[in-house]
């Protein structure tokens, strides 16, 4: 039932964010409807669980993880863009296989998501605490590539 209530602020919040109505009646229905709908068949699915709404994250998701990812996530795009406008493409397209530290799925699924997200990157597999990532460019080795950010959501794991 927690899980059920915070879905519901959440895909409140996320409609009156993204629609900018607050006045028309009409509107506000259609978005109380629309709300309903998506509500009961996240329900019916079973999908409203701790996986599909995290509420236990709280808002520091989106307070310290998501502005620090949406930095690397522009530094990878200026690193990808300088490797394909080169003339010649140094290209050291490996992969490589991390270990996740974190304590639930949860956690190794957001891992692996913003290493998706990542330009260049892009998490093939994951198996248990390991996780196969494709890079176009990876130099790094296994500390590298997933130190800073597996520790940022650990911290967000850990502060539960």
């Given at each position: 039932?927690?899980?059920?209530?915070?879905?519901?602020?959440?895909?409140?919040?996320?409609w009156?964010?993204?629609?900018?109505?607050?006045?028309?009646?009409?509107?506000?229905?259609?978005g109380?409807?629309?709300?309903?709908?998506?509500?009961?068949?996240?329900?019916?699915?079973?999908?409203?669980?701790e996986?599909g709404?995290?509420?236990?994250?709280?808002?520091?998701?989106?307070?310290?993880?998501?502005?620090?990812?949406?930095?690397?996530?522009?530094?990878?795009?200026?690193?990808?863009?300088?490797?394909i406008?080169?003339?010649?493409?140094?290209?050291?397209?490996?992969?490589?296989?991390?270990?996740?530290?974190?304590?639930?799925?949860?956690?190794?699924?957001?891992?692996?998501?913003?290493?998706?997200?990542?330009?260049?990157?892009?998490?093939?597999?994951?198996?248990?605490?390991?996780?196969?990532?494709?890079?176009?460019?990876?130099?790094?080795?296994?500390?590298?590539?997933?130190?800073e950010?597996?520790?940022?959501?650990?911290?967000?794991?850990?502060?539960?």
């Open positions: 039932m927690r899980y059920a209530f915070w879905l519901t602020v959440a895909l409140i919040a996320t009156l964010v993204w629609s900018g109505h607050f006045d028309t009646p009409f509107l506000l229905g259609l109380a409807l629309s709300v309903l709908v998506s509500l009961y068949v996240s329900l019916r699915m079973k999908i409203v669980d996986e709404a995290p509420a236990q994250l709280g808002i520091r998701p989106f307070v310290f993880y998501a502005p620090w990812l949406a930095k690397e996530i522009v530094e990878s795009n200026l690193a990808v863009a300088k490797i406008l080169s003339r010649k493409m140094k290209l050291k397209r490996n992969m490589i296989t991390i270990r996740s530290h974190q304590k639930c799925e949860l956690g190794r699924v957001i891992l692996a998501n913003s290493i998706t997200l990542t330009p260049g990157t892009v998490s093939v597999q994951m198996e248990g605490e390991k996780i196969l990532i494709h890079g176009l460019n990876l130099e790094e080795t296994e500390e590298d590539m997933s130190g950010m597996d520790e940022r959501i650990c911290r967000l794991e850990k502060s539960k």
